[in-house]
């Protein structure tokens, strides 16, 4: 589950590559690049939907997963991809019609086989002027998750507005040349669920929390926000912050982050005042370095424990950093619901996605 590597895509990247070659359209002519790496796709959503790359065509991504298409032709088309853990809807029931939202659709879609074998697509008719085209597709993954993906184009030219009819399904016949990763990828980790949330923290790290929780801005240093949050029955605090540094390159980021850890890793190694519990690194599969610390300490409410994670990652030339922290009440350290908190992070830290800022575009 790492991140889509466009230099040494998955092989049903380059099985899709291959058929989009030699695949013929009624309405989509685009040419599309060649090749079989991933230069010649287009990823969204961290590999988690992929589509050819015709030449002309630039992608322009935003955050969390959104962005635009530029099409060779000059016009945009806006897109939004997400994913949501749904057992019931995952399984391909009634409960799929739900993740049928957009009042465009309104009344087209009465069956779940509407929703799941094909895409819905909206044209406008009458005064279509300022409206949409759209485009939606909705896959289950496993029994487990939904993946959407939405694409819009809005009609704000007469020349637009003209060819719509023939820019719905050349649109449409490429996003058929595409497909849904079928493994689950970074994207899934995070996914929307009935009790956690996805939120992004500094731009820069998205990570799944329990929804009950208030989560606000506690500071701000140099730019760098310190965001905290805690449970409703006060058991537990947590803290995070992050930063995403430029670097001059990526061999420059991965140095400076390599120092930087070491040096973060010999403080703990050389503090000796905190009564330590645990201490551990490790890689993750994505590449990124972890400290994960434990320890008991004194503070104006009595004795508390703190888990500490330090997370580093290179992104391109950004050197990306998070410290999150979950502080819990020593009373509280038996509860059951804080057990089960204490592992929820331990696991949601690790499934975060850790980002450089979107490259600047017109």
């Known amino acids: 589950?790492?991140?889509?590597?466009?230099?040494?895509?998955?092989?049903?990247?380059?099985?899709?590559?291959?058929?989009?070659a030699t695949a013929k359209g009624a309405h989509f002519h685009a040419e599309l690049n060649e090749g079989q790496d991933g230069s010649a796709a287009i990823s969204l959503g961290a590999g988690t939907y992929v589509a050819p790359l015709p030449v002309g065509w630039s992608l322009h991504p935003a955050r969390p997963y959104e962005g635009r298409l530029r099409i060779k032709e000059g016009y945009d088309v806006s897109y939004r991809i997400e994913s949501y853990e749904d057992a019931e809807a995952a399984r391909g029931g009634p409960a799929i019609l739900s993740y049928v939202k957009e009042p465009e659709f309104e009344g087209i879609s009465n069956t779940p086989a509407d929703v799941v074998n094909d895409f819905l697509i909206y044209i406008p008719g009458h005064d279509p002027a300022g409206k949409d085209i759209v485009w939606?597709?909705?896959?289950?993954?496993?029994?487990?998750?939904?993946?959407?993906?939405?694409l819009r184009c809005p009609l704000v030219s007469a020349e637009l507005i003209e060819h719509r009819e023939s820019i719905a399904r050349a649109i449409g016949e490429w996003m058929g040349l595409g497909r849904f990763a079928p493994e689950p990828t970074p994207l899934d980790r995070i996914a929307h669920t009935a009790t956690l949330e996805r939120r992004s923290f500094q731009g820069n790290v998205l990570m799944r929390v329990p929804r009950a929780w208030k989560i606000q801005t506690d500071s701000e240093n140099e730019g760098r926000e310190l965001f905290v949050?805690?449970?409703?029955?006060?058991?537990?605090?947590?803290?995070?912050?992050?930063?995403?540094l430029q670097m001059p390159s990526e061999e420059f980021a991965k140095v400076f982050g390599s120092a930087s850890a070491s040096g973060v890793w010999d403080c703990i190694e050389k503090e000796t005042e905190k009564h330590w519990l645990a201490?551990?690194?490790?890689?993750?599969?994505?590449?990124?370095?972890?400290?994960?610390?434990?320890?008991m300490e004194e503070g104006d409410s009595g004795p508390f424990r703190r888990l500490e994670w330090y997370r580093y990652a290179i992104r391109d030339e950004?050197?990306?950093?998070?410290?999150?922290?979950?502080?819990?009440?020593?009373?509280?350290?038996?509860?059951?619901?804080?057990k089960e908190t204490a592992a929820l992070f331990e696991r949601e830290v690790r499934n975060a996605i850790l980002s450089r800022p979107p490259p600047e575009c017109d």
């Open 1 to 20: 589950m790492s991140p889509f590597d466009p230099k040494n895509p998955p092989d049903w990247v380059k099985r899709m590559l291959e058929r989009a």
């Open 136 to 150: 939606k597709c909705i896959e289950p993954l496993g029994g487990t998750h939904v993946r959407e993906l939405v």
């Open 229 to 244: 949050g805690g449970d409703p029955d006060e058991r537990e605090t947590f803290w995070l912050i992050s930063e995403a």
């Open 279 to 295: 201490k551990a690194r490790e890689t993750l599969p994505d590449g990124d370095l972890l400290f994960a610390t434990s320890a």
């Open 318 to 338: 950004f050197f990306v950093w998070t410290e999150i922290s979950l502080v819990t009440l020593a009373r509280h350290l038996d509860d059951p619901a804080q």
